[in-house]
């Protein structure tokens, strides 16, 4: 700076430029399913700590809440549809980030296959496909406590029923099925196993 007689002074001045803040959190967050305990921790960089989170546009499922200190969403959510919503980040320099996400919350899984299966007949192999509704898939399937299905026969994780029945008679065995979003639900099913036609 130099005045009008050609004096001059200088002074030196630092700028601290603070890192900006994202959310680092993937969109669309991991699935809930209804009625079953949801947790996911949203993520952010950069900026300074403390943070504040908050949602700016939209809302969550219905049961599920954020968490305004630590970012995490959770609860248990009661209705099953798909949500979109807004979160935004704020740190303790007042400088905010936000970011868009989905939700997709399964509805209440169900085993849709009637409990009562197709005959079977002794040492004729059988196939039998079981079906499952609502929940997030994928789904895994596996045999529960409570009777077994016909010497020869297994369920595999994929829901189905097979083998070759090595006896015969009327057999009763749960089968339980969970989704990705741990959500389960069990059936009892009857399976008669017939003589062969002589």
Do not use: C, H
């Not at 001059?8 to 669309?28: C, D, H, N, R």
């Not at 967050?29 to 993520?43: D, K, M, R």
């Not at 994780?157 to 749960?174: E, H, K, S």
Request: proline share 7%; net charge neutral; hydrophobic share 35%.
């Amino acid at each position: 700076m130099q005045d009008a007689n050609n004096a001059s002074a200088t002074k030196s001045y630092s700028v601290v430029i603070g890192e900006g803040l994202t959310i680092t959190t993937a969109s669309p967050l991991p699935a809930a399913s209804e009625n079953v305990a949801y947790s996911q921790t949203l993520a952010a960089s950069g900026g300074t700590a403390p943070f504040t989170w908050s949602l700016s546009v939209g809302s969550l499922p219905p049961g599920l809440t954020l968490n305004t200190n630590s970012g995490v969403i959770s609860g248990t959510p009661t209705t099953a549809g798909s949500y979109s919503f807004i979160v935004q980040v704020r740190d303790s320099r007042q400088v905010s980030g936000q970011k868009a996400f989905t939700l997709q919350v399964g509805g209440r899984i169900t085993i849709a296959t009637p409990a009562t299966l197709p005959n079977a007949t002794i040492r004729t192999a059988y196939s039998e496909t079981l079906v499952a509704t609502g929940g997030t898939t994928p789904y895994t399937w596996s045999l529960a406590p409570g009777g077994i299905p016909p010497l020869g026969m297994t369920v595999d994780r994929d829901g189905v029923l097979a083998g070759t029945p090595t006896n015969a008679g009327t057999f009763t065995f749960t089968v339980q099925v969970s989704d990705s979003a741990g959500a389960s639900a069990s059936r009892t099913f009857t399976l008669t196993v017939q003589q062969a036609l002589s």
